[in-house]
Every structure is written in C-alpha cells, then in structure tokens.
C-alpha cells in the first residue's frame, strides 16, 4: 500500500522511527502532523503517535532525573549555611549513568522500531502502545 506521497506505508513509517532516532523533534512533529491529517494508514498513524509519545516520554523522564543533583545541590546549600557539606559527586555521576542509558536504550529502540516498520510490523512497548491505544480509538 503507498502512502499519498507516492512511497510504500512501511517506508514513510521508517522515517518516523529514524527522525525519532536523531532527537527530529521539529521533524517528528511535522511528519506526524502530516501522517495524522493526511494519510489514512491506522497503523501508520499509529506509528507516528508511538514515535512521538516516545520522543516525549523519554524527555520528560530525562528533565526529571535531571532534578535529582539539583535538589541535591539546594540541600546542599542550604547546610552550607551552617557551615556543613556533603559530596553530591556520586549522585551526579549515578544520574548522569542514566540519563546516558535512557538516551542509549530510546536510540536502540527507534532503531528496531525503524526496521521493523520497514514491513509494517511493530515492537510492543506496554505502556506507550496503551497510552497510543488509548488515544487514539475511534469515536
């Protein structure tokens, strides 16, 4: 089945997962908002929702990590007041392992995504594809 663009329904879902891949946010919203206004595919457009919802989830799980060594910071601080002190080093380096491993494991997950779109098939990721099916039945 081809897309309205003239290219096969696997590809254009392809290029979702691989936009997703290089952090296309800007991209991935256009693409999406393309696929979701225009193209009549369910499981393309699906596909384009589970590439957004990840790209996003993935961001907001990472901005929040990312207050962890603040937080650590402000306590800090503030016992510095007093005179006092503790080493936040090994929090920041525990958070930056997984920040780093959030980033690795979303790439690796585009990628199979990608390739599996390839042939219009898909990989089940709980939690995304509930909030995907949630959101996305017809009324």
Do not use: C
Request: charged content about 15%.
């Amino acid at each position: 089945m081809k897309t309205k663009l003239g290219i096969s329904i696997g590809l254009l879902g392809a290029a979702v997962y691989f936009v997703a891949l290089f952090d296309g946010f800007l991209a991935l919203t256009l693409i999406a908002g393309y696929i979701l206004l225009f193209e009549e595919s369910e499981w393309l457009k699906k596909a384009a929702v589970k590439a957004f919802a990840i790209l996003v989830g993935v961001a907001l799980l990472r901005a929040l990590i990312a207050l962890v060594p603040d937080l650590f910071n402000l306590i800090n601080n503030f016992i510095g007041i007093f005179g006092q002190s503790f080493t936040v080093r090994p929090v920041t380096s525990f958070i930056s392992f997984v920040d780093t491993a959030l980033v690795i494991g979303r790439k690796l997950l585009m990628l199979m995504l990608g390739l599996q779109a390839l042939t219009q098939n898909s990989i089940a990721v709980g939690p995304i594809d509930k909030l995907v099916d949630k959101h996305m039945k017809a009324e």
